[in-house]
């Protein structure tokens, strides 16, 4: 395994439980992370990166035991890491930049570390860029440099923290195929709100929710937990808003009304059927953790 974690759990100062005993074990490939605001997926790559260390629980990253100086360590130096907000330097370059991180990565032989410089610059498409100073660089730029940077020293696994949040849309489509080729090879535990990200990038997803591991399986069993029970819904007459108890996945006002994708067992008449989206999926089995505050056992492999 090259991210396991056994009841791993995080209480902060004044009680509250960042994390509640989450078992992950992911191989290879690229995983998506998801969980609402407050999830713990922060907390649960800062643990993984070894800036927070858990309250208890075991950790392991790409062999090493996060519990042992040593490990800590070599998980420091190897590991792979693009967090939502990277400091750069803007008055260096690209390349002058990622020659910084392949010092600071112990890569001490110049030509090894010019190579990979030249590598990595290539693959996250900024060859042209390379001598300009990070100042002049537009946002989607600056994630594919720290993409770049977290390349260097050809790490096993690679964690990747909210990577497309603020781009525009053209640079999302960019950043998302630059992503999907990630996996190859290593481990990717990409952590997101952004569920298009996931379904477009990650053939495995895992679902945090309140400190708890409560979904991890391949993203198209999350979309199953919506199948059968996706309706799209127009009120009429008196009616107002969506049905009760009903999860609602998004809504589009037009002139003659209010239409609502919905996720229910009980749809209201009139409803139509439609095939489920990851989107669907998520609220399905989000919307039923909160409506019931399940303690049943989740959906993990």
Same mark, same amino acid.
């Given at each position: 395994?090259?991210?396991?974690?056994?009841?791993?759990?995080?209480?902060?100062?004044?009680?509250?439980?960042?994390?509640?005993?989450? &078992?992950?074990?992911?191989?290879?490939?690229?995983?998506?992370?998801?969980?609402?605001?407050?999830?713990?997926?922060?907390? /649960?790559?800062?643990?993984?990166?070894?800036?927070?260390?858990?309250?208890?629980?075991?950790?392991?990253?790409?062999?090493? &035991?996060?519990?042992?100086?040593?490990?800590?360590?070599?998980?420091?130096?190897?590991?792979?890491?693009?967090?939502?907000?990277?400091?750069?330097?803007? &008055? /260096?370059?690209?390349?002058?930049?990622?020659?910084?991180?392949?010092?600071?990565?112990?890569?001490? &032989?110049?030509?090894?570390?010019?190579?990979q410089v030249d590598e990595r610059i290539t693959e996250v498409g900024l060859s042209d860029r390379a001598g300009e100073r990070l100042a002049g660089f537009s946002g989607g730029m600056k994630r594919r440099v720290g993409i770049a940077q977290a390349l260097m020293g050809a790490p096993t696994v690679l964690i990747v923290d909210e990577p497309t949040t603020g781009l525009d849309p053209h640079e999302r489509m960019r950043f998302r195929t630059l992503l999907a080729g990630l996996g190859r090879g290593r481990t990717v535990l990409l952590s997101t709100h952004i569920l298009d990200d996931v379904a477009q990038t990650c053939p495995d997803v895992a679902v945090l929710a309140s400190g708890r591991l409560v979904f991890h399986d391949s993203t198209t069993a999350l979309v199953s937990r919506a199948a059968g029970c996706t309706y799209v819904h127009r009120p009429t007459g008196h009616a107002e808003g969506p049905p009760p108890g009903a999860e609602v996945v998004s809504a589009v006002t037009t002139s003659t009304g209010t239409e609502y994708r919905i996720v229910t067992t009980s749809p209201p008449a009139g409803a139509r059927p439609v095939e489920p989206s990851l989107d669907d999926g998520y609220a399905a089995l989000l919307g039923a953790d909160v409506r019931t505050h399940s303690t049943s056992i989740p959906t993990v492999r």
């Open positions: 395994m090259n991210i396991t974690t056994e009841q791993l759990t995080k209480v902060h100062p004044g009680g509250l439980c960042a994390l509640d005993a989450v &078992d992950l074990h992911i191989e290879s490939g690229t995983v998506g992370l998801l969980g609402a605001n407050g999830a713990g997926k922060t907390t /649960l790559l800062r643990i993984l990166t070894g800036v927070l260390r858990p309250t208890s629980g075991r950790v392991h990253v790409a062999g090493h &035991d996060l519990s042992t100086s040593s490990g800590l360590a070599a998980v420091k130096r190897t590991l792979g890491y693009l967090p939502q907000e990277l400091s750069l330097y803007p &008055d /260096l370059t690209a390349r002058e930049f990622l020659d910084y991180i392949g010092v600071l990565k112990g890569i001490h &032989d110049r030509r090894e570390r010019r190579r």
